[in-house]
Nanobody, 124 residues
Framework: VQLQASGGGLVQTGGSLRLSCAAS????????MGWFRQAPGEDREFVAA????????YYKDSVKGRFTISRDNAKNTVYLQMNALKPEDTAVYFC??????????????????WGQGTQVTVSS
């Protein structure tokens, strides 16, 4: 599956952005999807994940209540709605896909397919 992330940009503290990740090439509904982020000099870290049906989601503790992951299997797209953004959310955001189940859902190396990343910058 090929993934194309978009929607990043520059926003002030407290603002909102919605990231999109469009999938192509394989049956999108067969994949569990994740969002990760990587700040300069830091390791890539888990942000959120959503299972194939869209009914089960997982979040990094620091984004709970601010970020919402969702998917539209008819449009082959996964979204990350980010509200109440903080400067520490600044990073390149990546979407990723995997066919395996819950174990390892938060681990970048457990994902086999990655999008190219989209920059999110939150100014203070």
């Amino acid at each position: 599956v090929q993934l194309q992330a978009s929607g990043g940009g520059l926003v002030q503290t407290g603002g909102s952005l919605r990231l999109s990740c469009a999938a192509s090439g394989r049956t999108f509904s067969n994949y569990n999807m994740g969002w990760f982020r990587q700040a300069p000099g830091e390791d890539r870290e888990f942000v959120a994940a959503i299972m194939k049906s869209g009914s089960i989601t997982y979040y990094k503790d620091s984004v709970k209540g601010r970020f919402t992951i969702s998917r539209d299997n008819a449009k082959n797209t996964v979204y990350l709605q980010m509200n109440a953004l903080k400067p520490e959310d600044t990073a390149v955001y990546f979407c990723a896909a995997r066919t395996r189940g819950v174990p390892g859902i938060r681990v970048p190396s457990e994902y086999g397919y990655w999008g190219q990343g989209t920059q999110v910058t939150v100014s203070s």
